[in-house]
């Protein structure tokens, strides 16, 4: 079986709650999950490092999640190559909205796929089925997973 790491990056260690469901799903798949707190605004030039090296580290891909000016993903993404998947995050005076837009819309040239408000779950899913494109064995795992949904609905 393959050995895949993913980072997942918050702006705050208020975010854990909502980002820790994206660690969750992916120990379900057997995908190593390293969660780390680093904030766009707060701390750049850590944000900077460590995703410039994130692919020579051996990361496959990157989930940042932030609320309000929620410019975590952006800035990640406009360091690295790998994939970069933004969670918004609720919360603050606008509960989303402002995350929402600010993680989004991207400029051309450089994307950050963003799932839902809250939506950490989807963004590690999105990431097992990138992961998936070239492994037989995380496509069965994702029709598992999917087929369980089926029967709890
Ligand atoms: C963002 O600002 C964080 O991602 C967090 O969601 C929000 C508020 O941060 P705290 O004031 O809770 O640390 O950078």
Redesign the pocket.
């Known amino acids: 079986m393959t050995e895949y790491k993913v980072a997942i990056l918050?702006?705050?260690?208020?975010?854990r709650p909502k980002m820790e469901p994206a660690a969750d799903t992916l120990d379900a798949f057997g995908i190593l999950a390293d969660v780390r707190v680093m904030?766009?605004?707060?701390t750049p030039v850590q944000v900077a490092e460590f995703v410039s090296g994130a692919r020579d580290a051996g990361y496959s891909a990157i989930i940042c999640?932030?609320?309000?000016?929620?410019h975590?993903a952006g800035a990640a993404a406009a360091h690295t190559t790998l994939p970069v998947i933004g969670v918004p995050?609720s919360?603050?005076a606008l509960n989303g909205v402002d995350?929402l837009y600010a993680t989004v819309q991207m400029p051309r040239g450089i994307p950050v796929a963003t799932v839902a408000v809250d939506g950490a779950v989807n963004a590690a899913l999105l990431v097992v089925q990138m992961l998936a494109i070239s492994d037989p064995n995380l496509v069965e795992a994702l029709v598992e997973d999917r087929a369980a949904r089926a029967a709890v609905s």
């Open positions: 918050m702006g705050s260690p208020n975010d904030s766009a605004h707060r999640g932030a609320g309000m000016a929620a975590l995050l919360g603050g995350a």
